[in-house]
């Protein structure tokens, strides 16, 4: 045990409390926490600590290979027991540092501040940046300033980052850090409403192993900065861009062509996007769990699946067609090549222009959906319910509200058959009402 303070004492406690939260994270990041400490190895001491010669023999404790310590040390979720076992000695030291780092914790201004100084040091006992994977400034994002963020540029080895809300921030602090991030693995920029195409195609050009970005309401970005992304990031998984009215299909098309991973993809209020890009999505992201298209106003049944009765060739039909394109209002049906098996979460809310056909073709594809969203579907019967009836035990969610032409006898059909329906919304109104069938 060590004598004295260790040499990293003064310089590793970030902790606003005793209690600090290692698992305060935007929702967008939903992977397991295990896939980005599984690398961690005993961290390298500066030249100058690391001439230091050893005061005090190895304890038996010190003695333990350094992968089982790590092992221990990795189920140690608070930041002060983390803290305590860096000054058990030098090799705990070593393997516990970059634990005590990979996620720093702040949910003051003022330890945010102490970070970034600590950072900018040249006496550091460790390089500290190059131990940084995750950070979440969600608490602080009103105080994050161009200059302060800046000084993030030396984290190389940084894998999610969290701006939510940072308003303050523009392209000349991002476009100093993204591209200097190429571990980068999910960025949420959720309200950096000064964001632009600039550091976007920026961060593209660096970030080859993206899986998820959230851009949710900068509203300044076009198509150039989701064609880039599209083009240099293959691996993306999930991508949000609710009310970013400036994209159009041509963007949409090109992630949906050349991400064909895609998981999740959130559209709403994307005014521009039509029924092309959206089939794109059909035709290439059979992956796809989470689809939100939520007011996207010019959508029609030619969005969607064609249902079966309607997937019949007529007879005497030309064998040879023409591979032109064809104007909108002559899509011809939609026959994706294999069933969404993966999809779970469906929302149409206010696609005014979809009739029951698109709900048949969509239940025919996608028949293990659990959360269905259909709110301000105006034109949609009974029919419509008789489709979502065909769903039966696997539908837990379904919102059908201001669907002024349902009655009675397709929702006592959809009671029987979705089983295990928990929640429905039939109001005119936005009240949500609790189903208790078992």
Request: aromatic share 6%; hydrophobic share 40%.
């Amino acid at each position: 045990m060590y004598s004295r303070h260790s040499p990293a004492q003064s310089n590793t406690s970030l902790s606003d409390n005793d209690d600090d939260d290692f698992n305060v994270k935007s929702a967008f990041f939903r992977d397991n926490d295990a896939d980005s400490t599984a690398t961690i190895i005993p961290a390298h001491w500066s030249t100058r600590r690391g001439s230091l010669p050893l005061s005090t023999p190895l304890s038996h404790a010190s003695r333990l290979p350094p992968e089982i310590l790590i092992h221990i040390l990795k189920h140690l979720h608070s930041s002060r027991d983390l803290y305590h076992a860096l000054l058990v000695s030098r090799a705990w030291c070593e393997c516990s540092v970059e634990l005590l780092w990979y996620r720093p914790s702040f949910s003051k201004f003022s330890t945010l501040v102490k970070m970034m100084r600590v950072l900018s040091r040249d006496d550091q006992t460790f390089i500290y940046a190059q131990f940084i994977r995750r950070l979440n400034f969600l608490c602080v994002g009103n105080d994050l300033s161009d200059s302060l963020f800046s000084r993030l540029s030396h984290c190389v080895r940084l894998e999610r980052l969290t701006l939510i809300n940072c308003t303050s921030l523009s392209d000349d602090g991002l476009t100093r850090v993204l591209p200097r991030c190429p571990n980068l693995v999910a960025l949420d920029l959720t309200g950096v409403s000064e964001v632009t195409d600039r550091s976007i195609v920026a961060l593209a050009a660096s970030a080859k192993r993206l899986q998820g970005i959230n851009l949710t309401g900068c509203k300044k970005l076009t198509d150039e900065s989701v064609l880039a992304l599209a083009a240099s990031c293959p691996l993306l998984r999930r991508v949000k861009l609710s009310n970013v009215e400036q994209v159009t299909d041509e963007s949409i098309s090109g992630l949906a062509r050349s991400c064909p991973l895609l998981l999740e993809i959130d559209l709403n209020n994307c005014k521009n996007v039509t029924d092309i890009s959206v089939r794109e999505l059909w035709m290439h992201s059979v992956q796809m769990r989470e689809m939100r298209l939520s007011l996207c106003i010019e959508l029609t049944d030619a969005a969607f699946p064609t249902p079966p009765r309607r997937d019949i060739a007529l007879p005497g039909g030309n064998p040879f067609p023409s591979s032109a394109p064809l104007p909108v209002n002559e899509l011809p049906p939609l026959r994706v090549p294999q069933p969404f098996e993966q999809l779970r979460m469906l929302d149409l809310t206010g696609c005014a222009h979809i009739t029951d056909d698109a709900i048949e073709g969509i239940v025919s594809v996608a028949p293990k959906i659990r959360n269905l969203v259909l709110a301000k579907c105006s034109q949609l019967t009974d029919s419509a319910v008789e489709s979502i009836c065909k769903l039966g035990k696997g539908l837990h969610y379904l919102h059908l509200g201001h669907a002024q032409a349902i009655t009675d006898r397709s929702i006592n059909s959809l009671v029987r058959s979705c089983t295990r329906l928990r929640y429905i919304d039939l109001a005119s109104e936005l009240l949500l009402f609790l189903i208790g069938v078992c």
